[in-house]
């Protein structure tokens, strides 16, 4: 009994996972549009507010999918980047407005842009005490600020969570107490989404 009973979460889990995961991006990309939306496919003579309402949101999806590959194809094509400049500057003066912009900006920079990794190397720190070890994603050098106030050199460590790696810890630490691991970043999020079910690789 208790067997079938893994086996059956094991089955059914990956799918609950990634059901809601979809959910969840999906209600977080349309919830801007679907009043507007909704407003036009409730016209369609179909009875239930619950159809329509999917409808929409595929809608809405189908847009905007289609939005961003033109925007990027006119970027690549045209010089669109001057009218970004131009946005950004007129963003940037804006009080505010400015700090969460430019923010964001940094932010998505850092996590997708394409001449350098996010993160360097994956360690094993200690966290949150002594003798308790974490896995750690080193993402650059500390603010010089910091390695002065310390007297020595640290390193930013990003410490995700289990299992939603989004969220998670930002320690700076002094390179000697790091310990570099053999593991890509993406067998090390493997690995903490997965609760450590799923094992990295062994290099031969």
């Given at each position: 009994?208790?067997?079938?009973?893994?086996?059956?979460?094991?089955?059914?889990?990956?799918?609950?996972?990634?059901?809601?995961?979809?959910?969840f991006?999906?209600?977080?990309?349309?919830?801007?549009?679907?009043?507007?939306?909704?407003?036009?496919?409730?016209?369609?003579?179909?009875?239930?507010?619950?159809?329509?309402?999917?409808?929409?949101?595929?809608?809405?999806l189908?847009?905007?999918?289609?939005?961003?590959?033109?925007?990027?194809?006119?970027?690549?094509?045209?010089?669109?980047n001057?009218?970004?400049?131009?946005?950004?500057?007129?963003?940037?003066?804006i009080?505010?407005?400015?700090?969460?912009?430019?923010t964001?900006?940094?932010?998505?920079?850092?996590?997708?842009?394409?001449?350098?990794?996010?993160?360097?190397?994956v360690?094993?720190?200690?966290?949150?005490?002594?003798?308790?070890?974490?896995?750690?994603?080193?993402?650059?050098?500390?603010?010089?600020?910091c390695?002065?106030?310390?007297?020595?050199?640290?390193?930013?460590?990003?410490?995700?969570?289990?299992?939603?790696?989004?969220?998670?810890?930002l320690?700076?630490?002094n390179?000697?107490?790091?310990?570099?691991?053999?593991?890509?970043?993406?067998?090390?999020?493997?690995?903490?989404?997965?609760?450590?079910?799923?094992q990295?690789e062994?290099?031969?």
């Amino acid at each position: 009994m208790k067997k079938y009973f893994i086996t059956g979460l094991v089955t059914l889990l990956p799918l609950a996972v990634t059901t809601w995961v979809v959910h969840f991006f999906m209600n977080f990309l349309t919830k801007p549009f679907i009043g507007f939306v909704y407003v036009l496919t409730n016209q369609i003579p179909i009875a239930s507010p619950q159809l329509i309402r999917v409808i929409s949101q595929i809608c809405i999806l189908i847009t905007l999918v289609i939005f961003t590959w033109f925007l990027g194809f006119v970027a690549r094509k045209f010089f669109f980047n001057h009218l970004i400049r131009f946005g950004d500057a007129i963003l940037i003066k804006i009080p505010l407005v400015n700090k969460v912009y430019k923010t964001s900006k940094e932010i998505v920079s850092a996590l997708f842009g394409a001449k350098e990794k996010s993160f360097k190397q994956v360690v094993l720190l200690p966290f949150p005490y002594q003798g308790s070890y974490c896995i750690g994603l080193i993402t650059r050098d500390a603010p010089h600020t910091c390695s002065e106030a310390e007297k020595s050199e640290l390193l930013s460590v990003f410490i995700p969570t289990t299992p939603n790696p989004s969220t998670g810890f930002l320690v700076m630490s002094n390179r000697s107490e790091l310990i570099n691991l053999d593991m890509s970043t993406e067998e090390a999020i493997k690995y903490v989404v997965s609760c450590a079910v799923i094992q990295p690789e062994e290099k031969k």
